[in-house]
DNA sequence: TGATTCGTACAGTTTAAACTGTATAAAAAA
DNA sequence: TTTTTTATACAGTTTAAACTGTACGAATCA
């Protein structure tokens, strides 16, 4: 009865927070193990968590290796204990704004530099057989990639006053 | 010979084109439409996407119902055309910005509310019991919620700009 | 009116992702 | 050293998503 009530907060904490985590492409048992770890607050062990979640700890193990690549958890040790410990990053919203719009602004370039490649190649037909419609389309795609950059750029410097 | 490279480059800006719309958390086939339909500029039928894409009629009847309902693609009458003629949205940047910010508003604020009735259930747990712990995390939450929001918030105010 | 053609609901199939249990290499303890 | 314990690679299984073909109601044409 006397921690009735606070379980119950924080089991609704660890649900809400979950589903916003999925938002930043996490699948759901990297959200969940996520929010676990961020909810508790002390470093967990794989063990603990596959217990608790109720997941095997193989996939525990899976899901804690991207998170970690991901920068959103580390791994900590503590002195006597044999087995790893992870606990979450605490600064959450610098932590999933950064990982976030970096995995947009990669990916708006590397698409960027494609399309230059077929401006490029567009470039060489000869000037009387060249398709105009084709000219046309490339330009707004570039410009629509070129703004998505900004966007993310932009996205990047608000998000250094907030933190 | 003629067209050769006109197609070619053509193809490119699809294929580039078509990783980019998935970005936006829409399916292979859904951008894959999408990706054509832009590219190729004229309203086309279900049938004529199917065989080009080489997918079911049925297929390209659902991704189609969700682009419609995205506000990517619209329907379009031709006289003497019976069938269903679809056009791509040409405001790219506008018009993929707005419905991401959208869905993005509309997931982090139901994520606000649920953290707020969590917090006026803790309020109401007897002072000597609470586990402060729990209010520090809610409270970091909810303000990662609110930091989110703003976010979103700013990003369309950038996106009217760029129209 | 009946005949034809369209778009989509639905059931079934295929394909891919998520997950688990066992086995193993690496590290720690004895 | 050997024994024990840990994390993960891998193969196999389960679960969910993607996709297809058939069938049917709605609309169009004759």
Known sequence: MLDNSNVKVKNGMLLEFAKTVELFDLTPIEARVFAYLYVEGTPLTLDELSEELGKSKTSIS????SLVELNLVKRVWKKGVRKDLYQANNHLYKQFLSFYTKKWKDATENR???????KNEFDQIQNDIKDPQIQNKLDDLLDFHNRLDCFFKEASEIKKDGL
């Open 112 to 118: 960027k530099e494609s399309l230059l490649e077929l």
């Open 62 to 65: 899976t899901s804690m290796r």
